[in-house]
């Protein structure tokens, strides 16, 4: 067997033809290699370096895997080749050329990231829209601030966050015990919750975001449930915010009322939450009558509830959240024959059916 | 084996005790490599107590503990005692070196027994400093001072232990002016825990608060 | 004056077990750092099998989340602590005193030592599973106050005394390569005629000396704070959460490079033997390799971009410049190819997985130095997906380079190029399927771990189904593998004493040398001592 030259330089032509190929085949999945499109203006600002550190990536990618190819292909050994090649120790102008180009690259990319983490980290601590997300082994509270940024006006214990678009919204990060991160994916941002340091930033979500509801997620491991540490941001336009502001802060006025207790002769159903999970997966309540839940919290400082929605996914139904251990009777309307399901607001892997008949 | 040109390989005894090249031996070579990794695992500890130090809310040392740390006259004198332990030790050194086996045995002999009565003084301040509130547990400030000073500790226990080594093995004539390595890389381990140990006191002693 | 003390009569192959337990002979004490290690890194890889099942579709199927947690802590512990940095270090037990022409490792009591501590830490870190809490389950970053005694249970102490009797291991083992490193050269072996595998042990080992006992204080910290009520580094007793990080990283970023180093080392060795040509550039990797090392040092809070706690700037500068000399070699290695005559056996076919596999890794690590776009990869898949180019396309496959380079030399005896070949092509396939679609994951938001993901999330449930069946793929790899070993100790054919044209001292002696190594050492004039006596071309060249 023995490879003359041309069927050697034919070989480099398909290799040519191949890494041509895989190219344009790449062009479409570049694509594939991008973050999701970002909602906030720091998430455009990061996005945009994304790319263009994604363009040098690929192109010193292509570049050196090229040459590795290429190699590979053009100087495999030949049954002819009995002497040895040249042997070639080294090349001065070589070794400063492939040290000094690198160098531009990271430089520049240095300087492009610089610029834009000025951008990203910049908070201007003048807005009166202020947050604070209170993390704990494992559940996400977030206080709204009074414009001081002390006053808790109201506290949310569902893991649901709305903020105003196109205004300037203030966060900051507590947590409880260990450490956590508050990370949104479609922000293309997160920053940890440290216990003993209080970080902050800003971000401004796009106008054209009004409505849309992003989900995130614990990002640093803090224990078991971990997985369990989802929430959710909505965005309202600002006058919804204001509005739904308001209301909330009515409501954390108000007296609570007093804890419902079951009707004599009512249907009352035990359920019972521990380690992040509730005992039943399946519960059964009668058609057409009130009934009651009794709850019992067993998870020492954990928030917990029952939250019940219908077929369609609709929520019908959503009890208090409160931290364990403790427990509440929580009173249900009466429902119609069918299949619902039942889970925690606080953590949403916390499921289970209820067959109404 | 088709190698054309050869050369005798010299000796192999399997011993490794000497150089070839000359210069310092194996064994003192090693020891200074190993003394290096003992400066990080010291400098791991001091970056700690530093960091603490520098975050402490009310500042160094903590309301609680302002005036429980007293350099006399234990401590100072256990201080003094280790400095002079160093001088002995070197003594035996430079003795044998001359091939004063009379030397290196009273010296070293010396040397352990100043380091033991380091370790029993030390021993005896911790316990007044217990009965005083300064705990392992009680705040960063008993954290720190007994993993610092223990470790030290625990680094002059096993330089004594070395140090007997070397006792026992110089009385038993082992040592000669041409071949004492483990001598030289003891002593040499021993002046290192000498000036951590400086380095310590001045830290944990001296060094005065930036208000 | 040959007084070659070849006394006992050689007696290779049939030593009894009783003389590999005692034994300490640089060569067997080499060979049975790779096999603890290799049994560790099958351990470790069923533990990512583990994982990987259960990420394969949404939702809790055969763990739960407790389980899970201790999963991936030890599956990470094992494979970093117990397979790459002891087999690295296994591979330069073995071949460092015989690429210097020296007889043994300088201390080859204190050698065999450094080696007993890894089976003994291995028994440790495993037996947390015995435990009521079960195994460490804070990550193998063990962060704090995680890590503290509130949170975890015993298996972390074990953990901490596990890492702690490897990291004294590394340190005995660091020193005795320095000292064999500095003092113990043939005749000839100038610092500048060393392999560059020797270079690579030898920075390695600074690294290993100036990082590792950082990394001793911070677990003996961490210990005081779990069991006697001291208060490093929990906020809640007065402590500090990020001083942890940092000790961690302080180690920790370096050992990445512990953990790379020595198998670029191999890399290397391999690509000019099968290429027929000198290493291109020898004084440049020289130069990089100790820049790696000193910018190693300087870089440490890029994993901690998102505390919030760190100055940015700077360790982005640094992180972007560490690029430059790992570039540097890169290029090298591409031109000691170029204008060769390429010779694709099994050991080339894994150096240029590795070549482009790492290339990979390397720029995905680069990918976080730009701190904004590290806020949205930090702690995503893509993370995963980086770590694994680096070590498992890098290291990993500098691992089979070398394993499949020396095993003639090692034993005798050649391993199957065939099988060899499979092995390559699965590994490399399912290595790719595993760990690609990490990075899509990472972009799409998915952290890593976590035991549970959504259905419906985007395309997760797909590309974690890819990479479980890439996963699998690996572990197929494996049976090629060791079927290829096993066969081949017993019946592959002889090796003689130089197969691959090798360049460097240890294909001067027979396979497997003999106890002190060396009757005779050719002349000593370039870094390739044997390929100049090979081509005769001892006297009047200069390098
Ligand atoms: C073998 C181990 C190894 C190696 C060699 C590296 C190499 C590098 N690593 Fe990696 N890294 C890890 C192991 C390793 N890493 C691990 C285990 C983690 C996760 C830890 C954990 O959290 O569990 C991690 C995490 C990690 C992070 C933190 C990510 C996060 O958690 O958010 C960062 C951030 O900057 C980083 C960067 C880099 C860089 C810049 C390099 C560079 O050294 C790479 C340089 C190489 C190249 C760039 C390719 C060749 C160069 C060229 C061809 C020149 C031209 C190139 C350019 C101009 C870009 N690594
Ligand atoms: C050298 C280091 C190394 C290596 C080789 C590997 C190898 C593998 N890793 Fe590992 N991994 C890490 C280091 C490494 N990993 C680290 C540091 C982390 C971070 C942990 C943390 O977050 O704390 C991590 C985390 C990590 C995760 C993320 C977990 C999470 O965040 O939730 C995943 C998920 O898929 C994973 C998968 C794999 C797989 C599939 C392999 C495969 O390559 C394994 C291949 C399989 C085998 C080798 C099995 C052996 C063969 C058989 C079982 C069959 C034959 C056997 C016999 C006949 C006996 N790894
Ligand atoms: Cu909270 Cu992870
Ligand atoms: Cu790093």
């Avoid at chain 1, 002390?150 to 300037?168: D, G, I, K, N, W």
């Amino acid at each position: 067997m023995s490879i003359s030259r041309p069927r050697r330089s034919r070989l480099a032509t398909i290799a040519a033809l191949v890494a041509a190929s895989v190219l344009v085949a790449g062009c479409n999945a570049v694509d594939l290699l991008r973050p999701p499109a970002a909602v906030t203006a720091q998430g455009h600002e990061i996005s945009r370096l994304y790319d263009i550190v994604l363009a040098i990536a690929a192109v010193v990618f292509v570049l050196v895997e090229g040459l590795i190819v290429f190699a590979v292909v053009r100087y495999r050994r030949k049954p002819s080749d009995s002497s040895l090649p040249p042997q070639i120790h080294g090349n001065n102008v070589l070794e400063v050329v492939w040290t000094v180009i690198p160098t531009l690259l990271v430089a520049v990319m240095f300087l492009l990231s610089f610029e834009s983490l000025n951008k990203v980290d910049a908070v201007a601590n003048t807005t009166d829209v202020r947050i604070r997300a209170v993390a704990a082994q494992f559940q996400w509270t977030f206080q709204y601030l009074a414009p001081d940024g002390q006053t808790v006006l109201f506290e949310q214990l569902a893991p649901e966050m709305a903020v105003p678009v196109s205004r300037t919204v203030h966060l900051s990060l507590r947590s409880k015990d260990v450490i956590h991160a508050f990370y949104v994916p479609q922000f293309l941002f997160k920053r940890d919750v440290v216990p003993g340091r209080e970080n902050v930033f800003e971000f401004n979500v796009d106008a054209a975001d009004a409505g849309q509801t992003f989900s995130g997620q614990c990002a640093e491991l803090c224990g078991v449930y971990h997985d369990t540490m989802l929430f959710k941001v909505h965005a309202l336009s600002p006058e919804a915010y204001d509005a739904w502001l308001q209301e909330q802060i009515a409501a954390a006025r108000a007296t609570p009322p007093p804890a419902a207790s079951a009707a004599p002769g009512q249907t009352q159903i035990d359920l019972t939450a521990k380690n992040i999970a509730y005992d039943k997966t399946s519960l059964e309540a009668p058609a057409g009558q009130p009934f009651s839940i009794k709850f019992q919290n067993d998870d020492p400082a954990v928030s917990h509830n029952v939250a019940i929605r219908d077929a369609g996914g609709q929520e019908i139904f959503r009890g208090e959240i409160f931290p364990g251990i403790d427990a509440r009777t929580y009173p249900i309307p009466a429902l119609a024959a069918g299949t619902y399901s039942f889970s925690c607001t606080v953590h949403s892997n916390m499921t289970g059916t209820l067959t109404v008949k | 084996m088709a190698l054309q040109s050869t050369t005798a390989v010299a000796s192999h005894t399997g011993t490794t005790g000497h150089a070839r090249e000359g210069g310092i031996s194996n064994v003192i070579l090693g020891m200074i490599l190993f003394i290096t990794s003992e400066v990080m695992f010291f400098a791991g500890l001091f970056a700690a107590y530093f960091n603490v130090r520098a975050t402490a809310p009310g500042g160094w040392p903590p309301a609680e503990f302002v005036g429980k740390l007293h350099v006399f006259p234990l401590v100072g004198v256990a201080t003094t005692l280790l400095i002079i332990s160093s001088v002995t030790c070197q003594m035996g050194v430079w003795g044998i070196r001359r091939g004063d086996h009379t030397a290196l045995v009273r010296s070293i002999g010396i040397t352990v027994v100043l380091g033991a009565i380091f370790l029993v003084m030390q021993a005896t301040d911790y316990l007044a400093l217990y009965g005083d509130g300064v705990r392992l547990d009680a705040g960063t400030f008993g954290t720190t001072y007994y993993t610092l000073t223990g470790f030290h500790g625990a680094h002059v226990l096993a330089g004594v232990l070395m140090l007997s080594v070397v006792l026992y093995r110089s009385m038993a004539g082992q040592f000669s002016k041409e071949h004492h390595d483990m001598v030289e890389a003891v002593s040499i381990y021993w002046h290192f825990v000498d000036v951590v140990w400086i380095v310590l006191f001045s830290t944990l002693y001296l060094i005065p608060n930036p208000a | 004056m040959a007084t070659t003390a070849l006394t006992p009569a050689y007696a290779g192959r049939r030593a009894g077990l009783y003389d590999w337990l005692t034994t300490t002979d640089h060569k067997k004490i080499g060979i049975l750092y790779l096999l603890n290690s290799f049994v560790l890194f099958f351990v470790g890889g069923m533990f990512a099998l583990v994982v990987r099942l259960e990420l394969a579709q949404p939702g809790l199927q055969f763990l739960k989340e407790a389980a899970y947690n201790q999963a991936f802590t030890i599956h990470a512990s094992l494979m970093i602590f117990l397979f790459i940095i002891p087999i690295l270090a296994g591979f330069g037990n073995y071949i460092v005193p015989l690429m210097i022409g020296a007889p043994d490792m300088a201390f080859p009591r204190i050698n065999a030592l450094s080696f007993w501590m890894l089976p003994l830490a291995a028994l440790l870190m495993l037996s947390g599973f015995l435990t009521d809490g079960g195994a460490a389950a804070a990550g193998w970053t063990s962060y704090s106050p995680l890590a503290q005694a509130k949170y975890s249970g015993v298996g972390t102490d074990l953990w901490i005394v596990a890492v702690l009797l490897i990291g004294t291991s590394s340190i005995l083992g660091a020193v005795n390569f320095l000292v064999t490193i500095f003092k113990m050269r043939a005749p000839g072996m100038t610092m500048f005629r060393l392999p560059i595998m020797v270079w690579t042990m030898l920075v390695t080992s600074l690294l290993v000396l100036l990082a590792t006992p950082v990394l001793a204080s911070a677990l003996i910290m961490l210990f005081i704070d779990r069991n006697y009520g001291g208060h490093f580094f929990d906020p809640a007793t007065g402590g500090n959460a990020i001083l942890w990080q940092n000790v961690f990283w302080f180690y920790s970023h370096p050992a990445v490079y512990i953990m790379i180093l020595p198998a670029m080392g191999i890399i290397s060795e391999v690509l000019p033997v099968f290429s027929r040509k000198p290493l291109f550039g020898y004084k440049a990797f020289v130069f990089a390799t100790a820049g790696i090392g000193a910018l190693g040092f300087s870089v440490w809070a890029h994993h901690m971009f998102t505390t919030g706690a760190v100055y940015l700037p700077f360790f982005s500068f640094m992180t972007f410049l560490i690029a430059i000399p790992t570039g540097v070699k890169m290029f090298n290695w591409i031109a000691t190819m170029f204008r060769g005559q390429l010779t694709f056996s099994t050991p080339l076919l894994f150096a240029l997985g590795f070549l482009t596999m790492f290339l990979i890794g390397g720029i995905n690590g680069a990918f976080s130095a730009a701190v904004p776009v590290d806020f949205a990869l930090h702690d995503t898949y893509w993370v995963v997906a980086h770590l694994h180019y680096v070590l498992f396309g890098g290291s990993v496959f500098g691992v089979f380079a070398g394993l499949y380079y020396w095993f003639p030399k090692m034993f005798g005896r050649m391993l199957n190029e065939t099988l060899g070949k499979i092995h390559f092509v699965l590994m490399f396939v399912g290595f790719n399927l595993t760990f690609f679609p990490m990075h899509i994951l990472g972009l799409e938001g998915m952290p890593r771990r976590i035991a549970n993901y959504a259905p419906g999330q985007a395309d997760w449930t797909a590309l974690n189904l890819l990479a479980t069946i890439g996963g699998f793929t690996i572990a197929l790899s494996m049976l090629p593998f060791l079927w290829n070993v096993l066969v081949s100790l017993r019946s592959g054919p002889l090796a003689g004493d130089d197969p691959w044209e090798g360049n460097t001292l240890e294909w001067a002696t027979s396979s497997p040398p003999p106890p002190y190594n060396f009757d005779h050492l050719p002349e000593i004039r370039s870094e390739r001592p044997v390929f100049d006596v090979r081509h005769g071309l001892g006297k009047g060249r200069t390098h």
